[in-house]
Every structure is written in C-alpha cells, then in structure tokens.
C-alpha cells in the first residue's frame, strides 16, 4: 500500500470514528474494503500518532476520547494561523 492510499484510508476511518459509525472491526473493515489485520493496523498507525481512540462494546462503534481530527497536506504559515497549500 502506498502513502497516499494509506492516508486516504486513515482520513476514511477517522471520519468513521467521528461520526460515531456502529460496528465491529470486521464490519468496519469492510465498509473500508481492506482485511480484519489491515484495519487493526490503521487503528494502530492512528494510536501512534496519538489518536485517543477507544471502542464502546455497548454501542458498538469507535470513538476519540477528545475532540480532534486527521488532516494530511502542507500547510503554510499565515501570521499566526497555518493555512492548506493548494496544488498548482
């Protein structure tokens, strides 16, 4: 798997876990189409970028322990705040 579909995957699963998508990680891993031990990887690549990520076995879905979100891409500082570099 190369960067960029891995990242799409983890921006694909990180808008999963933010809108709170019910499931195990075999359902789960078929809405992303990728295997059981690929989604376990992803989950293990978002924790190591500390991501708070739990599981609610009652609901049945992931959720952050805070508020947050993935974002990839380059962003340019502007005054104070970072701004996303648009492509050429």
Excluded: C, W
Aim: net charge positive; aromatic share 18%; glycine share 6%.
């Amino acid at each position: 798997m190369n960067f960029y579909d891995k990242t799409n995957l983890i921006l694909r699963l990180d808008q999963m876990i933010r809108l709170r998508f019910r499931g195990n990680a075999d359902s789960l891993s078929r809405r992303l189409g990728v295997s059981r031990s690929t989604f376990f990887r992803l989950l293990d690549d978002m924790r190591s970028l500390n991501a708070p990520i739990e599981y609610d076995e009652t609901g049945q879905f992931y959720y952050y322990q805070k508020v947050g979100r993935f974002q990839f891409g380059f962003f340019r500082k502007v005054s104070d705040t970072y701004t996303r570099h648009a492509a050429l």
